[in-house]
């Protein structure tokens, strides 16, 4: 059974393995383990991002494809949420047909891009992705009357994921409200959406993928259509972005710009992939667990330091909170000199006796 | 007389600015195995390329099983029952050496029997069926690019020089694989450098210069005539074995 359910790939590294089940049961304890609605936030916005990224490591760890439309079509997942329920009201109707225009238009989206710019080299379709997004992004800004412009969107949800919404009696002293269910159902989509990625990269379809991003002529000689292929994981990476935005857009209550389609996020994204370890699916867990607890702790960690060291000249100083972004940098830094293929990507070679 | 699985007529390539074949014209008879030889730079490996559909022919015709298949993509080309082994071994180093072969069986399984009969000419590769193909030796990633071609009945295989930086006992397996194939009634168009290989499984041969074809004819007749060797391609079998 556990073979099925993970496709038959395994972590294949016992430190490994710990990570993930930490990352899990902390995920899925959250509400219980770390009252109180940052935590929370954290913790879904970790589920979020592990769909996000395993979907781009989809595109471009498995199929070789750097993709910078991705948030555009995390975008159009929030922004379809948005747009449905603040025009149709607040009901589930309006959350799935939100939610699937936004998936068509993301397939639509990425089947054009793809056979338009996929006989490109790797690095002009970085650039039309990157060009396209941009237009997006600065579309969406001037729509002011669909999209809320510079200031979004803010809308209801169904009651029965709302925060207000009280549902049950308190259970080991935690509230049972409509954000307990968001989050519970946040974390179950999650999981099945990252099982249906791994999934398919372990499939014969994952393999002429892997194929074609290794050597792309070879998989042609054999007789396998390049372009069909990588338009195919194209979209359903696209696709995958769209549900993600979706959920963070119906976890928020909210959707602008800043919050989906800017360029910090795509960096993220690819901060994350480079952490956890391209072309390794659960690279996107470690990685999206490690650099949003580092993005939304590191901060609170160097206030308890800096207690420590005040008065201290420099050091004082170089600990002072507003440099946690000096220290993230640092760390990535340090993350991409001795995991040069990512964290899991390290720990699978060192299993294998590989330095 | 069978009439000739390939033909190449009058075919000119270019690479971006550089005009690499200036009218090339050979035949490759149904089910035995022709040489393709020159010196280095002679247009061998782009005649193969262009018969694949990865450079495509800016004039003339490739003629397979008498239909033109010189506008065809690639995978078509493959779907029609030809094969191609690359110079550079091109195996898919992420994979395993199974599912490298899964891969080129492509809708197909795997041919218990015919995996059997590769595995008597290349052990290793059954030694290492569930290892990366990117941690195998040189010898053994050639081995699993030829493997991988012959895993499913090809009409034509062509092959760009597969003993080249191999050791001179894997090289006589390859001799013996070869010969084998040539039983089964495969036809093969196989790109050498090493003339004692060529000699030892060619037919029929052609030779190419300055991107053209200079002589065809049987191998065994340019293997006894060292004078033609000299002219043909700067080398006499004597001093070559």
């Known amino acids: 059974m556990l073979n099925s359910l993970f496709s038959g790939d395994f972590p294949r590294s016992r430190v490994l393995t710990a990570m993930l089940i930490i990352t899990f049961v902390g995920l899925l304890l959250t509400p219980f383990i770390f009252p109180g609605a940052r935590a929370m936030n954290v913790g879904a916005k970790i589920c979020i991002f592990i769909v996000l990224v395993a979907a781009f490591d989809l595109m471009l760890g498995y199929t070789g494809i750097l993709s910078f439309a991705h948030t555009m079509f995390f975008g159009i997942g929030a922004y379809g949420v948005a747009i449905a329920c603040d025009k149709l009201g607040p009901d589930w109707s309006s959350v799935l047909i939100g939610m699937g225009a936004g998936m068509v238009i993301s397939a639509v989206i990425a089947l054009v891009i793809s056979l338009f710019s996929l006989r490109v080299r790797t690095l002009y379709f970085a650039m039309i992705t990157l060009a396209v997004a941009s237009a997006f992004h600065i579309l969406c800004s001037q729509l002011g009357e669909v999209t809320g412009g510079e200031d979004g969107i803010n809308f209801m949800v169904p009651d029965l994921i709302h925060p207000s919404t009280q549902l049950a009696e308190p259970f080991f002293g935690v509230e049972i409200t409509g954000q307990i269910v968001a989050y519970y159902g946040l974390f179950v989509f999650a999981l099945v959406v990252f099982l249906f990625i791994l999934r398919v990269v372990n499939s014969p379809f994952g393999r002429v993928l892997q194929a074609i991003r290794d050597n792309e002529f070879r998989a042609a000689a054999i007789g396998y259509r390049v372009v069909v292929f990588r338009s195919i994981s194209t979209v359903l990476g696209s696709v995958i972005a769209a549900l993600a935005g979706s959920l963070l857009a119906l976890w928020l209550r909210y959707n602008g710009p800043g919050s989906t389609l800017g360029f910090d996020i795509m960096m993220d994204i690819l901060l994350i992939v480079v952490i956890g370890g391209m072309a390794t699916m659960y690279g996107s867990v470690i990685g999206a667990a490690i650099y949003l607890i580092a993005q939304n702790y590191l901060q609170d960690l160097l206030k308890l330091v800096q207690a420590d060291v005040e008065g201290i000249p420099v050091i004082s100083g170089m600990l002072h909170p507003d440099r946690w972004l000096l220290w993230m940098g640092l760390a990535f830094i340090i993350c991409v000199y001795y995991f040069p293929w990512g964290i899991v990507g390290k720990l699978r070679m060192r299993a294998l006796g590989i330095k | ?241």
């Open chain 2, 1 to 241: 007389m069978k009439p000739p699985i390939l033909k190449l007529e009058n075919v000119n390539t270019h690479i971006g600015p550089y005009h690499i074949l200036h009218g090339v014209n050979f035949e490759v008879p149904e089910g035995g195995l022709t040489m393709l030889l020159g010196r280095n730079g002679a247009g061998k490996t782009t005649s193969l390329r262009t018969i694949m559909g990865l450079w495509t022919a800016s004039q003339g015709k490739v003629i397979f099983e008498g239909h033109d298949i010189t506008e065809l993509s690639t995978p078509e080309i493959a779907r029609l029952g030809i094969a191609y082994v690359p110079e550079n071994m091109g195996v898919f180093t992420e994979l395993t050496v199974r599912e490298n072969m899964v891969l080129a069986a492509r809708d197909a399984k795997i041919d218990s029997s015919r995996l059997d009969w590769i595995f008597t000419y290349m052990p290793a590769l059954k030694k290492f069926w569930e290892q990366q193909a990117g941690l195998l030796s040189g010898g053994q990633k050639q081995m699993l690019s030829i493997a991988r071609a012959m895993i499913e009945p090809r009409k034509l295989l062509l092959v760009d020089e597969p003993s080249k930086g191999l050791a001179p006992a894997i090289i006589q397996n390859l001799v013996e694989a070869f010969k084998a194939l040539k039983q089964t009634g495969t036809t093969v168009l196989l790109v050498e450098q090493n003339f004692n290989f060529a000699k030892n499984v060619g037919d029929t041969v052609a030779v190419m210069d300055n991107g053209k074809v200079v002589h065809r004819g049987t191998m065994a007749g340019l293997a006894e005539d060292e004078a033609l060797q000299t002219k043909l391609l700067g080398l006499s079998l004597d001093s070559h074995q």
